[in-house]
């Protein structure tokens, strides 16, 4: 019984630790979507960071529009939500659908915030 309790806090303070070592390195991190997020949530996801922060770099001709997708566009607008409110493990979490990730999602001449 005791080597299950050890194993269940090695893997919880595994988990935990990746963030705190993020937020004790000072190193960038970006929310994006979860791959395996489905359409309903993605939209739900953009409305919802788009009424509380400035999405107007995913309109069209914008450089963050294209690819015109729910994915992409959910993705940039949750992270310029995270990105405003402070880059906080809460912020990213979109109903469990938000992904923080430590490489820049950046791409071409859609530069994340």
């Not at 993605?42 to 409305?47: G, V």
């Not at 940039?76 to 912020?91: C, D, E, P, S, V």
């Not at 979490?93 to 923080?100: E, T, V």
């Amino acid at each position: 019984m005791a080597k299950a309790t050890d194993l269940t806090l090695l893997l919880l303070l595994f988990c935990f630790s990746s963030e705190i070592l993020v937020m004790v390195n000072g190193q960038k991190t970006w929310c994006v979507a979860k791959p395996s997020t489905d359409q309903a949530t993605l939209l739900a996801n953009l409305n919802f960071a788009c009424s509380h922060v400035d999405c107007r770099i995913l309109q069209g001709g914008c450089p963050c529009s294209s690819p015109d997708n729910l994915m992409n566009h959910a993705s940039i607008a949750m992270n310029l939500y995270y990105q405003a409110k402070g880059r906080n493990q809460w912020n990213c979490d979109f109903r469990c659908s938000g992904l923080i990730v430590m490489t820049n999602p950046s791409y071409g001449d859609c530069i994340y915030a």
